[in-house]
Structures are given as C-alpha cells and as structure tokens.
T-cell receptor, first 110, second 115 residues
C-alpha cells in the first residue's frame, strides 16, 4: 500500500517558472525523502528532511515539512527543461523502509 | 561510478522461466532494499537486508520470489516460474544509517518483461 499522495498528479509549466508539488502522508515518520525519476530510469535522490526539521534547501530546491499536518512540499525555482521528470515523495517510517506516492509528473516547456 | 549497480538492465523472458537480478550496493552500505515499480505507480517495498540478514519481506513477495545477500555485499533477486504480472521494474537501493540520516540511494533498475 502507498502511504503518500502527491498533488498535483501532473504539472505543466514554462522554463523559468516555479513548480510546487505537495505530498501528504498518514503515519508518523523518521524522515521524508524526495526523488526525481526520468522516464524509464532509476530514482535520483534530491533531499532528505528529518521529522524535526521544517525546511531545507538544496540549490534550486526547497522542501518544507509540517508534521502536524502530515504534509510536505517541494518547490523547484527557475525551472529548466531538464527538470522534466516525475517527482516522488517517500516517507521513511522505520529503518529505511520507504513508502511512496504515485508521483507528480512535471513537464517544463522551453 | 560508486553508485548502486544493477544487472541486467533489461530482461525479456517467457512465462514460466526463472530470472535472476543482481544488485551491487554502494560500498560500505550495510542496508540493502528491493523495490518493484509498475508503470504510473511509485515503487513498492519488497524486502530489506541489514548486512546478510533478511529482516523483512513484503506480502508482495510471493513464494516464487527469493532474495539473498550471502556475504553482506551484493544481493540477488530470483523470480521462479515467472508470470505476466511480474512484468515491472525491479529497483535496488542501499543506505547507511551514518549517511545523512539514512539517505537511500537507488540504482537504475532492472526492467522485466514476461511474454
């Protein structure tokens, strides 16, 4: 069963715009990890945010976590065509067992 | 390349045949995971090793599936008597609890098509 749900399911934006996607989950977590997946490829790790953290940045990425609402968001600023991919949030509930949502498909057009 | 390595990347097999996938984790990662992903879905957990011990198996892992990690390094995932429903991408991942809060790194996956 999948714990997380990403919203929206699909997002289409133009280069230079910001992309925001949200993730909701159901149970307590140790951490939450965001991944990117290009079509037919493996998952690339983007950011890990611990349960006691509220915000993290990495380059053009910003992740927030609200454990009271059981939700997280990923913001990609100044998007590029190369950001076109599916983005997944994954909750780590114990010893690294991840539970994924169905992902958000992001298309960035030049 | 010191990432998670999987082999083969693609496998087409006839229904009823056995297939085996291999995973080489990142060096010194003591935790190794197998996941399965079907089109349009997120990955689903199959099983987890800490060193050579298999500590948890998902209900998704029927008795036709077996995973091993004999020396606590590489792992194999074998599917016996494959069925069309086994067609998916099989992802291996590894981690170390000492690495940035247990960041989990995935390989490129092994695509299985059962015809």
């Amino acid at each position: 069963s999948q714990q997380g749900e990403e919203d929206p399911q699909a997002l289409s934006i133009q280069e230079g715009e910001n992309a925001t996607m949200n993730c909701s989950y159901k149970t307590s977590i140790n951490n939450l990890q965001w991944y990117r997946q290009n079509s037919g490829r493996g998952l690339v790790h983007l950011i890990l945010i611990r349960s006691n953290e509220r915000e993290k940045h990495s380059g053009r990425l910003r992740v927030t976590l609200d454990t009271s609402k059981k939700s997280s968001s990923l913001l990609i600023t100044a998007s590029r065509a190369a950001d076109t991919a599916s983005y997944f949030c994954a909750t780590d509930v114990s010893w690294g067992k991840l539970q994924f949502g169905a992902g958000t498909q992001v298309v960035v057009t030049p | 390349d010191t990432g998670v390595s999987q082999d083969p990347r693609h496998k087409i097999t006839k229904r009823g045949q056995n297939v085996t996938f291999r995973c080489d984790p990142i060096s010194e990662h003591n935790r190794l995971y197998w996941y399965r992903q079907t089109l349009g879905q997120g990955p689903e957990f199959l099983t987890y090793f800490q060193n050579e011990a298999q500590l948890e198996k998902s209900r998704l892992l029927s008795d036709r599936f077996s995973a091993e990690r004999p020396k606590g390094s590489f792992s194999t995932l074998e599917i016996q008597r494959t069925e069309q429903g086994d067609s998916a991408m099989y992802l291996c991942a590894s981690s170390s609890p000492r690495d940035s809060g247990n960041t989990i790194y995935f390989g490129e996956g092994s695509w299985l098509t059962v015809v």
